[in-house]
């Protein structure tokens, strides 16, 4: 009786794990920005594509803190026009690691060209909030788009 008690409080976890996930995209989708950064973790660390310092403006990089969320946000608005965004899958990984994956089409503003992708998302969640995020995109596509 011990064991299953203890295996339904691993899946109450894992279900609040991914509902965390869910909840950020559910947020994204109809434009709750508040709902969305009380998603992030007061520090947490986010990797947009590439694991490198990045300046103010530019999308793709580390962020720090939620306050720093803030300005994620608003690089994909400054950046994109997001036609579609379809998240297909949201998975439980081990202990507090929940994986997400699908397609988007954004509109590159500068260019007026669509950027076509799927994508991974990598979360790991502490405090029923996301405390690292990872998103990637198909850069080439970016960079064509880009032109």
């Not at 036609?83 to 202990?95: H, L, P, Q, S």
């Not at 988007?104 to 991974?120: D, Y």
Request: charged share 30%; hydrophobic share 40%; with cysteine.
């Amino acid at each position: 009786m011990m064991k299953t008690l203890i295996e339904n409080m691993k899946t109450i976890k894992k279900k609040q794990n991914a509902q965390v996930v869910q909840d950020y995209f559910k947020n994204f989708q109809v434009g709750d920005v508040e709902g969305v950064l009380n998603s992030f973790h007061p520090n947490c660390y986010i990797v947009s594509v590439k694991e490198e310092e990045r300046p103010k403006e530019q999308l793709h990089g580390i962020y720090r803190t939620r306050e720093e969320a803030k300005q994620f946000l608003k690089n994909i608005v400054t950046l994109f026009d997001t036609k579609a965004f379809i998240v297909e899958r949201v998975v439980e990984a081990e202990d507090n690691l929940v994986i997400a994956m699908g397609t988007f089409s954004h509109l590159v503003k500068s260019s007026g060209k669509l950027f076509n992708s799927n994508w991974v998302q990598f979360c790991i969640i502490e405090d029923e909030m996301i405390k690292e995020y990872r998103f990637y995109e198909d850069s080439a596509a970016l960079i064509e788009a880009s032109k």
